[in-house]
């Protein structure tokens, strides 16, 4: 397997009560260190720091690139307080008492336009999603989220040590945020490792998903998965450091924030080959590609936290510590797959969830469209989501084509 293969694996896709041993003393040294560390910032030139970003300059970025939009559009913190809903445990073993909170986009539609829920892809974020806003807001109430512990939502310390309490920090904080939104019946989108979160959310919370939509989802492969190919080379040497580094929890976020000020011009050349000169759809406007890297870089080199979630949700390969496929039987929300055609998240995953699903289910696959599909070829993207939720637009069309240019599976 490739380096570049495995670079792009690794970028894409609640323990006790209390305070444990801390004192309430030690929690407010915490806060007031925490303060002075604030206050520092903000006295220290951006253009001296070694890491020059900031929450402010994500939002910041995020608006600028948002700005290519014209269609409005409403971006809130949600209060999502301090723990998961009905529990006293606070965030995780958090010392502190500070609510937290999850970034928010909201563009409105007509009345009585369905809402479809967008949640963004592991060490992405949900301005990734824009070049779609525009086109799905005609149809759609879309809302788009920053996860906990990414983009410009709160970035609580990362204290998970198990995978049941990893997967516990996405799906309680976004129920939290739902019923901070006050949403039910609701068509819930995911990408990449997005996909993992939104298909364990409906899973455990069924009543208020209408529609789910997996788009090039993590978490359907197991180890049993693993090609020869792959196996031969985690046996060797490189294998065995690049497996140390995965299990070491190195992401690639720590890269971004070892090279400091040389951060930026890593994410340059990445935003420019991965969706210019590599693009296998419509290429980014030179004006995209900027606002794109600044809004990219600001995401990537702030505070470690929902990034760590890496090693526990997947063994090196991007292999599901707990598989999708697994709990397929048990699915109770209609699902619609979509993948690019090359993207490097395998579609026979799907093709083998289906067979053991009690619930409609199809898979949708885009032309001119990796990873990344809805960026590479965001038409025909729209075009997807779309027929996917064609019977929650508009009663009787079960039996409408499916669009030309589209593949079902």
Not at 21 to 32: C, M, P, V
Not at 74 to 79: A, G, L, S
Not at 251 to 261: D, F, N, S, Y
Request: with cysteine; aromatic share 12%.
């Amino acid at each position: 397997m490739s380096w570049n293969r495995l670079s792009a694996r690794m970028a894409d896709g609640i323990g006790k009560n209390g305070l444990g041993s801390s004192t309430a003393a030690a929690a407010g040294a915490t806060d007031s260190s925490t303060a002075a560390r604030s206050r520092w910032k903000l006295l220290w030139p951006t253009a001296l720091r070694w890491i020059p970003t900031s929450t402010d300059h994500i939002i910041a970025a995020e608006k600028r690139l948002l700005s290519v939009i014209k269609t409005s559009y409403v971006q809130e913190q949600v209060n999502i307080g301090t723990g998961p809903p009905g529990s006293k445990i606070k965030w995780f073993r958090s010392t502190s008492n500070d609510p937290r909170f999850i970034n928010t986009v909201t563009f409105d539609a007509k009345e009585g336009s369905p809402t479809l829920v967008m949640v963004h892809g592991y060490g992405a974020s949900q301005g990734f999603f824009f070049r779609n806003f525009a086109a799905l807001a005609s149809r759609f109430r879309v809302i788009a989220i920053d996860q906990l512990g990414w983009g410009g939502s709160s970035r609580p310390d990362f204290t998970c040590k198990s995978t049941e309490e990893t997967e516990a920090w996405f799906i309680d904080s976004f129920e939290a945020w739902r019923k901070a939104k006050n949403l039910s019946n609701f068509i819930l989108l995911g990408h990449s490792f997005g996909g993992y979160v939104a298909a364990k959310y409906a899973l455990k919370h069924p009543e208020h998903v209408q529609h789910l939509i997996l788009v090039g989802p993590a978490g359907f492969s197991s180890e049993s998965d693993a090609s020869e190919r792959l196996t031969k080379f985690r046996a060797s040497w490189k294998g065995s450091i690049l497996n140390h580094l995965w299990e070491s929890n190195f992401t690639p976020q720590k890269l971004v924030r070892g090279l400091g000020p040389w951060g930026p011009g890593l994410v340059h050349r990445y935003t420019s080959a991965r969706f210019g000169s590599y693009s296998v759809g419509t290429i980014l406007t030179d004006e995209e590609t900027r606002l794109l890297t600044h809004y990219v870089y600001h995401t990537l080199a702030a505070k470690a936290s929902g990034e760590l979630c890496l090693k526990y949700i997947f063994s090196f390969g991007a292999f599901a510590r707990m598989p999708l496929l697994k709990s397929a039987s048990d699915w109770k929300v209609p699902t619609t797959f979509i993948y690019g055609f090359e993207d490097w998240m395998n579609y026979q995953g799907a093709m083998e969830a289906r067979k053991h699903m009690k619930v409609p289910c199809e898979i949708i696959r885009v032309p001119q469209g990796g990873h990344f599909v809805f960026i590479d070829n965001p038409t025909g993207f729209h075009s997807a989501v779309l027929y996917a939720c064609r019977r929650s637009l508009s009663s009787g069309h079960d039996h409408e084509p499916i669009p030309e240019g589209l593949q079902s599976v």
